[in-house]
């Protein structure tokens, strides 16, 4: 007699990326968040292209000229000028490059330093436990702005030293979530195999912990840029960030807010970019959040 036939089980198609990217486009503002910052860094990377003028080229015959849809508007100039004739469009297409780079920047670094410390403190306990979490809770106690101010003005208003000042005030941050879940993952059956098969600690930390405490971290990232973003920006703002005539969002407004009556537009294009910016990344953040975390599948 003819037997039965047998069901072949066809292979899974995709693998983690595709799941994860199943989970990530469901979410919608997530996927518009995605975009956006692709459309902002083309921009920044292709800044030199796409400025229809160089952004510190002062033209002195047009001052504080309106954008080109309101009367005395140019489309020479889209969205109009300063008050010592620079096109604002052109300010603000290299001022994306600048905040990009000082978000890449500041993320890396407290990545970097905040995760090497969780990493130490989870794993060791004990006394190099508590003096790490006791030097991140003193930072964490004082207000974020308040402690890059004095950074910065300890050292010197600049922009590298504003980067290096918002770096250590989001470092607690990273050193806290890597260090939770770090704690988290040491009563795992996984651990407790690296451990028999006689792991060093420097490679047990990076080989066998930190893939798997990498998911927080690299929401905790995402949500982190935009925070270095707006903290450059503010730095900017008080004069203690980039100086005159670098093209920054934060000290374009700082300049602006004598004309914010008789110019607007000096003032609302930068404040429109930094909300962009900003929103695009925390809903990036969102995203991730709900495609690397399991406890919020469905």
Excluded at 133 to 142: K, T, V
Excluded at 168 to 190: F, G, H, W
Excluded at 234 to 248: D, I, K
Aim: contains cysteine.
């Amino acid at each position: 007699m003819r037997g039965k036939p047998v069901a072949i089980p066809l292979p899974r198609l995709g693998g983690p990326l595709a799941r994860f990217w199943t989970d990530f486009r469901d979410n919608r503002g997530a996927v518009a968040g995605l975009m956006v910052i692709v459309v902002i860094v083309f921009t920044a990377i292709f800044a030199d292209g796409l400025a229809p003028h160089p952004p510190n080229q002062q033209f002195r015959d047009a001052l504080l000229v309106p954008p080109f849809w309101q009367a005395g508007g140019s489309l020479k100039f889209p969205l109009g000028t300063d008050d010592i004739g620079r096109d604002m469009l052109s300010r603000i297409i290299f001022g994306a490059r600048l905040s990009l780079l000082v978000g890449a920047t500041v993320v890396t670094l407290s990545l970097l330093v905040g995760v090497t410390l969780g990493l130490v403190a989870g794993y060791f306990r004990g006394v190099v436990d508590v003096a790490i979490m006791r030097l991140m809770d003193i930072l964490l106690a004082l207000p974020s702005l308040l402690l890059a101010i004095v950074i910065v003005a300890i050292l010197e208003p600049g922009l590298l030293n504003a980067v290096l000042a918002v770096a250590i005030v989001v470092l607690p941050q990273y050193a806290r979530l890597a260090r939770a879940a770090v704690i988290s993952e040491l009563p795992k059956d996984y651990v407790s195999a690296a451990k028999v098969n006689g792991a060093s600690p420097l490679r047990f930390m990076v080989i066998t912990l930190l893939p798997n405490c990498a998911p927080p971290l690299i929401v905790q990232a995402s949500l982190g840029f935009s925070t270095a973003i707006l903290d450059a920006a503010a730095l900017g703002f008080l004069g203690l960030g980039a100086q005159p005539p670098t093209p920054e969002w934060g000290t374009m407004l700082a300049n602006a807010l004598q004309f914010i009556v008789r110019a607007w537009w000096v003032v609302t294009f930068p404040g429109i970019a930094i909300l962009i910016t900003v929103l695009a990344f925390n809903l990036l953040g969102d995203g991730l959040r709900d495609a690397l975390d399991p406890k919020l599948k469905r």
